[in-house]
């Protein structure tokens, strides 16, 4: 049930069981104090009572006329302006000698005190008696006998009154404290979460197209900052991933429309007049170019979308780097003729690595330094074999990317250029692809780039220096 209780309903509670228990403990230490001074009262009473009696039971055995019933009267007397005390004077043999009682009051059985005086309690018919009781040596006289026991009694009953009320006025007090604390705590509930329900109204204008709001901090108490902060700091990553996903949306639209316009536009073409079979089949052969095209491009996305989802099945074995990036370098030097780059290697390293995997990712990388490569420019591809981490660095001249682009070049469909400038070839996904194989591997995929050059570092395990000249290679994170 305690679930279902809002956070108002619970503190008041929890205030007014703490007032209680904090009155109840108050009250108890009261009732105690009360109880025992009124018993060290009482027994100061009883004590000095005892004193009273025996100096009169010493005073009446010197006198001539002495006599129990005598002595009786004098000291019944004697205590008449007490009309709570009676006492009992008990012989050796356990005859009754002396009993001032106005009432048959019932009464425990003489204690016999023989070494020291009693102190005793009891409780009649709802009526509280405290007495003191206290062997008396007699001086050695006819007729008497050698000692007696003395039990002065005392009725308590304005005391226990007395405190009777006080128990129950502490009772109503009680039940006032409990009802002031449940609204105190209520009201104490109330204002002390005034913050909460003004961050509340502020969280609720938040919504997809409204993700720029944030809670402010100087509205909150200390206890909230860490909570609100956690929270800020997430509608900062769903701000950026909402605008990650419309970008990625109207990329993904304008990438994909390019082949889409080429097969409708062929086919309308062919088909507007009757043509002979070379013409269909000129138009056929276009036709599977954008096929291929689009077919590549729904590829590369299923293959980021295993990444995304940690389905990217490797086959590691041992792999020399360099024999890789040779191979590479082989493939691509038609290219890199062609637009008057140069291609150079240096360095060693072995990996454990899928190589199907990682020749894609180079290859992405390689392809990407040789399009931004100007012409008489060179593609530098460093290795090196660290105790920690294997580095493969691939540098190229060519304009600067800005800092602020750095962290986005691995994002889908993304160029530095323009995010939305259709590539010459290519679809847009080589470096997301690239960072994807490189992150499945354990390993980190950054991008430093300034005026000389811009420079891709993959480390693969095994804290490593960047291969790029003037910095290190800040980190681009995908989210």
């Known amino acids: 049930m305690g679930s279902y209780l809002s956070l108002t309903a619970r503190l008041s509670m929890l205030f007014s ?3 209680l228990a904090i009155w109840g403990l108050v009250s108890l230490v009261l009732m105690q104090s009360l109880e025992q001074h009124f018993a060290r009262q009482d027994e100061d009473d009883l004590q000095g009572k005892m004193v009273l009696v025996k100096n009169l039971l010493t005073a009446g055995l010197k006198d001539d006329d002495f006599g129990w019933p005598e002595l009786a009267s004098r000291l019944q007397h004697a205590l008449s302006g007490y009309g709570d005390h009676f006492l009992q004077i008990q012989g050796a043999q356990g005859a009754l000698l002396v009993d001032t009682r106005l009432t048959p009051t019932p009464l425990p059985a003489f204690a016999r005190a023989d070494t020291a005086p009693l102190t005793e309690s009891w409780t009649v018919d709802g009526t509280h008696y405290r007495s003191i009781t206290e062997r008396v040596a007699l001086p050695p006289l006819a007729g008497s006998p050698s000692f007696v026991r003395v039990r002065v009694v005392l009725n308590t ?7 009777d009320d006080i128990h ?4 109503w007090l009680t039940g006032g404290i409990a009802l002031i604390s449940i609204l105190l705590g209520w009201f104490a509930s109330r204002a002390g979460l005034k913050p909460l329900r003004s961050l509340a109204r502020i969280s609720s204008r938040i919504s997809a197209s409204q993700l720029d709001h944030r809670l402010p901090l100087s509205e909150a108490p200390a206890e909230l900052h ?4 956690a929270f800020n700091n997430m509608l900062d990553r769903l701000e950026d991933s909402f605008r990650r996903l419309t970008d990625f949306s109207a ?3 304008h990438e994909l429309r390019t082949p889409v316009n080429s097969l409708m536009m062929q086919t309308q073409v062919a088909l507007s007049q009757p043509r002979d079979a070379a013409d269909y089949r000129e138009a056929l052969y276009a036709n599977l170019s954008a096929a291929e095209r689009l077919g590549r491009m729904i590829n590369e996305m299923l293959f980021l979308a295993k990444s995304d989802q940690g389905r990217l099945a490797l086959q590691r074995t041992p792999l020399e780097l360099a024999d890789e990036l040779d191979e590479l370098i082989e493939f691509f030097e038609p290219l890199a003729s062609e637009q008057q780059v140069r291609l150079h290697r240096e360095g060693r390293g072995v990996v454990q690595g899928d190589r199907a995997m990682l020749q894609r990712a180079f290859s992405n990388l390689l392809s990407n330094a040789i399009r931004y490569t100007p012409a008489q ?3 530098r591809i460093s290795l090196e074999d660290n105790p920690q981490e294997v580095t493969v660095a691939v540098a190229n001249p060519g304009p600067p990317i800005p800092p602020a682009q750095w962290s986005r070049l691995f994002d889908r469909f993304y160029r530095a250029d323009s995010a939305r400038q259709p590539a010459t070839d290519g679809t847009g996904l ?5 960072h994807a194989i490189v992150t499945g591997h354990g390993g980190t995929l950054s991008v430093h780039s300034d005026e000389r050059e811009t420079c891709f570092t993959a480390r693969f395990p095994r804290a490593g220096l960047s291969l790029c000249r003037d910095g290190a290679a800040a980190p681009a994170h995908r989210q």
């Open 251 to 253: 990329d993904i639209a």
């Open 168 to 171: 129950i006025a502490l009772l």
């Open 226 to 229: 860490a909570p609100i902060q």
């Open 17 to 19: 069981l703490t007032m």
């Open 377 to 379: 420019g060179e593609v």
């Open 157 to 163: 009953r304005y005391h226990q009154h007395f405190i």
């Open 430 to 434: 080589g470096l997301a692809i690239a």
